[in-house]
């Protein structure tokens, strides 16, 4: 059917999705003979976007996947010895590489502050520092979606909210979003190949374009309900929206799955259109909503009768925080803690150990970090780290569906405050102490 | 090497990159008959970033690329049956499918404005409206990074920039945010992918685990000497930035390539820093600056001894505007002109021919759209579109290199007011009308 078209550019590896800098860095490191020094890595968030009070962890399931197939493959190994990016020692390592270390992490869908130990990587310097960017843009982009997304579910006050933002960030990053949309609540998503590659349900109404093809708006809407039956969701709001619910009842019947209005006033419309779809029978059936919604518009229509969001754009941007700033930092080498001293930009030298704490309720009430020792563990305390990857290989990865349901457990632990959508500080100062 | 592991579960046909509902739209209109009228879609943006006065046109080149690769494949058809998304007769229409179109638009690198259109497609309802996703996606991620970068490199005044945000958004997207920031003038890249990929020049220093990596600075620094020679740039500010300065021109001389600060008050350090460099005779010695620079941070060190930028998180999220929110519309429909007509998201109905007029000095007067014929051509003025894709294939495709010197030239036809970083409304606004 293809006729033997090379369907895609894109490379089968994802291992020269890294910083030029971390090859030559082990390149040197071999040559000086500290590549192979034992190392701890973390990453961890300096501070929260503007005015959030929590974080939320996403990306984990996909970064581990990506590092169990991080190889130089002939061709990565032919392009960097043409563009001299490493010496043959080096070239000879990274063609053999495949990463024989430890990494703990929180799990995915877990609530994160600053300073919080995200992800722990143990191994040799080479093998820590080699996947450095894979780890950020991962964490980086997943968690700033999932964050935002967790806001706009707290808006929608249990009320399904779809996915629908491919258009308006990078082709492959839809998917990350949409799988991110979907660990912290949303119901769907209307990107197709996150259906494919995560699972993720996808769903679609139709766009203004359907309805223009068409003569008239009855055609248009006759032609959706013959091919999907009466339980779709028309747009009816080409035109003129009240009479495009006219249209819609009398094609579809009152037993219309859904009305999507995209467009206007959205509180007022919604009303006047539950009106008027009760009016004429249509008690059953739902108004969908979309158009640049956001968790504060999300929030400002709690009390219209809408049964359901549309997020885009504001979603895959992460709602004005479009990546979360994790850093990765060494923070031990052979066992001994160390940190950059610069202004700033220092943080504290040696691996954490994270608990966190909640009251009787089981709201968090502190979270702690040690360096060098275990926090105390009692009844109530959740041990914020699980092995991910052991000596290589993929440990207690929590599925897609598994880290929804950890994420919805989550976020009954924050403290009350903390689901507010007015601007604030972190909820929790994590408390890094010297064990 | 690989031992057989698939390296990526990444399909090879981006077919399944689009919405669920563009498929479905197919369907029923194949079911109804419509999906072979003759119709043009118009890809523009109703507004820029709050703000900016102009915005910038990237991704045409991939977009065309991954157009005349838009395949269903086995792979795809099976998950549509799977899951249920459009019926048998919709299945063998994508099957076949090829795009067999004319598209039109504006050259890649080339400046636009709210209204211009940057995209016209014509061919069928089916075949325009099943592209509507990844065109989108393509077009608002690369023109908002290229279009934050063209700011950057405006306030960098012939210095050069390099761009090192891969960590700071999705791994895939950083390859794309890579080849826009070149479109615009960045000379290189961190991303060694994007090199692949785009043929981008790729580059990098250190970070500061190579340092904390080694017992002290001098062992760090001398190791990447001996690997890099004394060209290359140290990274000076883990412990103390000026004990940094000496340290790295006692290890390479003062043929020392360049220095990178990475911390502090950039300004003033890169004073001290020239100071002291040149008291120790490395005169020569570069001063590389990077730590969340933006185009605002980049003008303010205008006047210090600065000679490269580094840019990352400002650069690959938009700085700001992560994406430029265009729209994909249906404009025609077997030459009638169409359009929605609904509050606040009406658009001119009617396929837009667009011209560009300029002064004796080559500065930009005014665009006109015509609709429905075309504008006068005069001396000194531009016809905005060129064929991009004839009968399904490309056309006048200019290569990165090319649109990125078309960039440049394209940029001195810019109003000088439109250069300011202040805030204001769009340099010039698209005239519009009935031809």
């Given at each position: 059917?293809?006729?033997?078209?090379?369907?895609?550019?894109?490379?089968?590896?994802?291992?020269?999705?890294?910083?030029?800098?971390?090859?030559?860095?082990?390149?040197?490191?071999?040559?000086?003979?500290?590549?192979?020094?034992?190392?701890?890595?973390?990453?961890?968030?300096?501070?929260?976007?503007?005015?959030?009070?929590?974080?939320?962890?996403?990306?984990?399931?996909?970064?581990?996947?990506?590092?169990?197939?991080?190889?130089?493959?002939?061709?990565?190994?032919?392009?960097?010895?043409?563009?001299?990016?490493?010496?043959?020692?080096?070239l000879q390592w990274l063609a053999e590489f495949a990463f024989s270390g430890d990494i703990d992490g929180y799990r995915e869908g877990e609530i994160y502050f600053p300073e919080s130990p995200i992800l722990t990587v143990r191994g040799t310097f080479?093998?820590?520092?080699?996947?450095?960017?894979?780890?950020?843009?991962?964490?980086?982009?997943?968690?700033?979606?999932?964050?935002?997304?967790?806001?706009?579910?707290?808006?929608?006050?249990?009320?399904?909210?779809?996915?629908?933002?491919?258009?308006?960030?990078?082709?492959?990053?839809?998917?990350?979003?949409?799988?991110?949309?979907?660990?912290?609540?949303?119901?769907?998503?209307?990107?197709?190949?996150?259906?494919?590659?995560?699972?993720?349900?996808?769903?679609?109404?139709?766009?203004?374009?359907?309805?223009?093809?068409?003569?008239?708006?009855?055609?248009?809407?006759?032609?959706?309900?013959?091919?999907?039956?009466?339980?779709?969701?028309?747009?009816?709001?080409?035109?003129?929206?009240?009479?495009?619910?006219?249209?819609?009842?009398?094609?579809?019947?009152?037993?219309?799955?859904?009305?999507?209005?995209?467009?206007?006033?959205?509180?007022?419309?919604?009303?006047?259109?539950?009106?008027?779809?009760?009016?004429?029978?249509?008690?059953?059936?739902?108004?969908?909503?979309?158009?640049?919604?956001?968790?504060?518009?999300?929030?400002?229509?709690?009390?219209?009768?809408?049964?359901?969001?549309?997020?885009?754009?504001?979603?895959?941007?992460?709602?004005?925080?479009?990546?979360?700033?994790?850093?990765?930092?060494?923070?031990?080498?052979?066992?001994?803690?160390?940190?950059?001293?610069?202004?700033?930009?220092?943080?504290?030298?040696?691996?954490?150990?994270?608990?966190?704490?909640?009251?009787?309720?089981?709201?968090?009430?502190?979270?702690?970090?040690?360096?060098?020792?275990?926090?105390?563990?009692?009844?109530?305390?959740?041990?914020?780290?699980?092995?991910?990857?052991?000596?290589?290989?993929?440990?207690?990865?929590?599925?897609?569906?598994?880290?929804?349901?950890?994420h919805a457990k989550q976020m009954t632990t924050l403290p009350r405050e903390a689901r507010k959508l007015t601007r604030g500080g972190p909820a929790i100062d994590v408390d890094v102490y010297q064990a």
């Open positions: 059917m293809t006729d033997g078209i090379a369907l895609s550019p894109r490379p089968a590896s994802s291992a020269l999705l890294t910083d030029h800098y971390e090859l030559t860095m082990v390149a040197a490191a071999l040559a000086d003979g500290n590549a192979a020094r034992n190392c701890v890595f973390e990453a961890f968030a300096r501070r929260l976007p503007e005015g959030r009070r929590y974080g939320v962890v996403a990306g984990t399931g996909r970064l581990i996947d990506e590092i169990t197939r991080f190889r130089f493959r002939d061709e990565e190994i032919d392009f960097l010895r043409e563009h001299k990016v490493v010496d043959d020692a080096a080479a093998e820590g520092v080699i996947l450095e960017t894979l780890i950020l843009s991962i964490l980086n982009h997943d968690s700033a979606i999932a964050s935002a997304g967790a806001r706009m579910i707290g808006a929608a006050g249990g009320r399904p909210c779809i996915e629908m933002g491919s258009r308006r960030t990078a082709e492959w990053a839809a998917i990350a979003s949409a799988r991110a949309a979907y660990l912290v609540g949303f119901g769907s998503t209307s990107n197709l190949e996150a259906g494919r590659t995560f699972g993720v349900p996808t769903a679609g109404t139709a766009a203004h374009s359907f309805t223009l093809l068409h003569d008239n708006e009855l055609s248009a809407f006759r032609s959706q309900v013959d091919l999907m039956g009466a339980g779709t969701t028309l747009l009816v709001d080409t035109y003129d929206v009240m009479q495009g619910i006219r249209n819609a009842v009398k094609v579809a019947g009152p037993g219309l799955g859904a009305i999507r209005l995209d467009s206007g006033d959205l509180g007022v419309l919604a009303r006047e259109a539950r009106e008027l779809l009760d009016s004429l029978g249509a008690t059953k059936t739902r108004i969908i909503v979309t158009s640049d919604l956001d968790e504060y518009a999300i929030a400002s229509l709690a009390a219209a009768p809408v049964d359901g969001y549309g997020v885009g754009t504001s979603l895959v941007t992460g709602s004005g925080a479009p990546t979360c700033g994790m850093v990765f930092k060494l923070v031990e080498r052979d066992g001994v803690p160390v940190a950059k001293k610069a202004a700033g930009k220092g943080n504290d030298g040696g691996a954490k150990a994270a608990v966190r704490r909640h009251d009787a309720q089981g709201r968090i009430v502190e979270e702690v970090a040690a360096v060098g020792g275990r926090p105390d563990v009692g009844e109530g305390d959740l041990q914020l780290q699980v092995p991910l990857i052991r000596s290589g290989r993929p440990h207690e990865v929590a599925t897609l569906t598994e880290a929804r349901e950890y």
